[in-house]
């Protein structure tokens, strides 16, 4: 790695485009005072990140951008870049994490900055647009620090012995290299604080999530409740329901039987029944019929014999008249049986007659025969019958009623014989009744248990709707799982156990279905998915936490491990910058003694600044707490032959001496990549100016040495002189020179 060329453009005083070539290890620049030799050394300083614009002489950015002249307009950017070989590939670039180190593959690294009027920075590595902390992080890599140790502006060549104790522990830190492990340190001390945030964080978001989980959790523990709680439920049911279909199915089994039964009883009987009322449809008795058209026609023969007996008498009674010579009635004797027959009639009709008013019309239709009739009887004159003729008559009557009377002994038979045969027949009625009566009993009997059979069925029915509710039921709560009861497999004692238990079944179903409905219904599927998701989240902060809590480890362990580090080389650093010194210090002073003491410092607090505020500020290296304690760089120096101790005491050369051998001595023992020194060697007297040239060729072995100076002595060491000089158009020109031409000049 070697620094190639510096370029500057707009920069402070070279308006125009200057590029200042470093091949050989010594280039020194002259020129008069105010040519812009220093602007040289504050455009490199600039280009490595210098943030301190008073440090560039400046009082914003727009003082580094070219003002312009009569002659030459003002430019509104500065840029300065400066060129390094990289064929050795040392230049590596810290990744985001900070834990790797990417190896820059180019040839030749440029880094660039531009600032323009309004203070905006740019940074550039090869071209591309980069973050200063980039720069600065490429720069460290080889060995080229912020803390500009290796830049000695003008007049500040005894900058070291008047900064602070810790300003000089980081600047002795810059030059041992020791940088890199510091922002390193820095990075893992941010990680750990971060880190312990994270975990804070976590910590709080799992304090904020525990009374949810526990919530949650006794939600579950009631859904697994509810769960078992359904599971018994369902067990329970698919027993309960089979058993009651197997119980209903029985009951239907029996009591179709018993119908069949009572059924097969009922039509017999009703056969039976009917059977008998057919007979008694036929139970008619002809001979009662005939019963009464018997007495009529013996009535009739009665009258007929009646009639006839009283003709018998009167003729009898005629003939008696004829033996004793009665007188013989003006009236035939037709006339008079006319009559008698017609009294007859209506007097048989009066004795039949029902009603008063019959009677009395009748007896007045005979009172009306008999007026009729006396007439006759008192204008007719008695008429002499025949006795033969009476005699004859009296024979036939007599011959007649004998018939009648015959008749009449024929019909009473009849009639004994119509009553005996209708009274058997009304025995064998009676019989048929008394079987009737009998078999209706019987059908009131079996209808009676028919009756039972139907309340019984009704019962079953009510049963079988009640069963299929409860199904129904069963499904809105356990769900349609429940038809899988029909597979359900009894045992095989229990099935004939009576309905008590099957009863006791009902009512723990029912308990438990009322605790379910106190339990509630939680969503438990949901509440389950919750639970999970919020013991997942605690479980992933959990591990999440305990994952920090190793990285919390592998930083301390880290931070230790770089402290150590640091503090191991930073001490070895010490010993072996000492030996330099001494030596350096020696030679200078041909004798006396220096060295360099650790020592501890309380500090105050300072605060950390954002990139964006650290523009042209000092870089903050350390966050620190306050009142902490920390370690700084103390000088101790004895000059020979002098009681002064005391810096303070030291005469301008004494201090510039000391403070180059201070310089010489660091970069001895760390050598940076360059050294720019801004006259440097301007307080020395001619001894002090070779001394000077020795140490410088000694160290231009290890770093390539950029020398501003007004010395003849430092000119004569150098490899290649350039000369700068400022035209009448203020831009400031750039020339090789030789040595002689460089003394003209530097004049
Ligand atoms: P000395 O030998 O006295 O130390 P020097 O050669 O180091 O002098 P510098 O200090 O580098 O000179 O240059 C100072 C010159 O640069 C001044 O003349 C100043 O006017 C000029 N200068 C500074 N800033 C600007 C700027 N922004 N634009 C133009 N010129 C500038």
Redesign the pocket.
Known sequence: MKLKSIELLGF??F?KKTVIKFDNPIVSIV??????????A?GISFVLGEQSIKSL?GKSGA???????KNLSHFNKASVSVVFDNKDKKFTLASADSKKEIKLDYNQITISREVYRDGINRYLINGSEVRLKDILSVLASVNVGSSGHQIIS?GEADRILNSSLKDRREMIEDSLGLKVYQYRLKESERKLEKTKNNIKEAQSLRREIAPYINFLKKQVEKVEKTEKMRTELELLYKEYFKKEENYIEKEKNILNQEKKIINQKLEKITKALEETKKEEKNNFIPEQEQLQPTEEKIQKIRILKDELSRKLGRIEGRLEINSKNLVVLPVSMEEIDVFISDLQDYLDQALLGNELQEVFDILERIKVLVDQFNPSLKDEKPTNYKNDELIKTKNDILKELSALEAEEKKFYQLIKEFRTTIDRKRMDEREEEKEQFKLKIEEKDIKSQDNLISIQEDNLYKTEVNFKEEIREAEVLIGPVIFSYKKFKLLIESENESREIQEIRRKKIERIKIRLEDIGSIGSSEVIKEYQEVAERDEFLSKEIEDLNKSVESLKILIKELKEKIDGEFKEGIDKINKQFQKFFELMFGGGKASLSVINASNRKKKQQDEEDIEFKNIPTLIEEEGEIEQGIDINVSLPRKKSKDLHMFSGGERSLTSIALLFAISQVNPPPFLILD?TDAALDEANSRKYGDMVENLSKHSQLIL?T?NRETMSRSHVLYG?T?GID?A?KLLSVNLSQAVQIAK
């Open positions: 402070k005083s308006a020129g008069p005072n105010g040519s812009g030799k220093s602007n040289i504050e002489r003082d580094l951008i070219f003002k312009g002249s003008q006259e501003i007004h700068v400022i203020g400031s």
